[in-house]
């Protein structure tokens, strides 16, 4: 037989903080949804509600200081999304969610979207700061896009006629919430656009979930902002809600109050301001006043007695009319030294002067050039003589006069006039010419005599 061994008996909490420990284990971190019901909130200030669905139901708690980050309170029939910790509450034995975060059902895709267009716009430029314009401090005319039954219009209208009464708002009366509201929004800023006669345009609008201020967050409506050549101020919703709008406008503002503090002067402040301004340019025109009487008064020291003045002028003026003679005629006699210094110069560059002086030279330079010519000429003709005297020394027709004559061939021979001096150069019949003192002789070769050469025809 063999003995099991006995098996180890448990204590209600023993098992039940195991089963604790499991499911914390394997769902440290769910996300679940459902519909709200038997919401109740006790003195403790922490939320106890039943998450169900069609087939099921699970026990939820949101404690008190999980609730700060709630957009909205919850209620019952609410359809939400709950993302927690599955614990089990070990005095009854229930399992349990414990609820980080909670929000209605839809608004994650809400979320999504938002962020997704909100990146696109960025990426495209519509937020960058280069692009943002400057609010007027003092606008001729506020435009306020709101809804005329909103609360938000009568924040706005309190601050602005309190801050400025007489300040000029025009009102453009749209839908904030729905399908019709951002193209009643495009088409209000487009017509401020147009009408040319405001300074600055106010989108305005209460609080809400993010369904309600949805119409804010169109496309449309971003890019109504950008295009427009008017300055936006966007004041949407409480301080903690981000719209599209707050980052495509040129200036945001927390809430409708706060716009109306930021576009609407402060009356008393300026009034302030300017009476500060009117003391300050008293004060200041007292001290330039006075100023000015001191310095009349330095001046006034230092001219001393005008009369004075005049009868050392006159003074100085019979000074002058006495020394006037005196001084003319110094400059007479410099004038009449200068004049003399100028007329002995132009004498001496007179034309006539010049031209007796050129003609003497000139003569003088043909007379030498005569001279040197002459000298020339003589130099010449002795070299020529001497070299007539040379040439008729050693000219052939020296030699022809003493009986001698010259031979060469004749004028149709190849080559023409070429000297003989050799039995060599001439053949039988070959014509010559044969010059002597006084005429020429044209013969024709018939017999060649030469050392053991005898030729005949």
Known sequence: MINLPTPRILTVTELTRSIRGLLETEFPFVTVSGEISNLRQPYSGHLYFTLKDEDSQLKTVLFKQQQKYLREKPADGQQVVCRGRISVYEPRGEYQLLIDYIERLGLGELQVAFENLKLKLAREGIFDQEHKKEIPKFPARVALITSPEGAALYDFLKVALHRFPSQPIEIFPVRVQGRDAAPEICTAIETINQLKRSDVIVLCRGGGSIEDLWAFNEESVARAIYSSFIPVISAIGHEIDFTITDFAADLRAPTPSAAAELVVPNKQSLSEHVQRLSLLLAKTCTQMIEKKKHRVMILRGMLSDPRAFISHKFIYLDNLVFSLPHHFNSFLHRNAILLESLSGRLHKQSPIQRFTYQ????????????????????????????????????????????????????????????????????????????????????????EIKENGRDERI
Do not use: D
């Open 359 to 446: 003609h003497q030279w000139t003569r003088e330079i043909i007379r030498r050039l005569y001279s040197m010519m002459q000298h020339q000429l003589k130099k010449k003709r002795n070299r020529l003589t001497a070299a007539t005297t040379l040439l008729a020394a050693v000219s052939p027709l020296g030699v022809l006069g003493r009986g001698y004559a010259l031979v060469r061939s004749g004028p149709h021979e190849k080559p023409a006039g070429e000297l003989i001096r050799t039995t060599k150069q001439v053949i039988i019949g070959k014509n010559l010419e044969v010059i002597l003192q006084e005429g020429k002789l044209g013969c024709e070769v018939t």
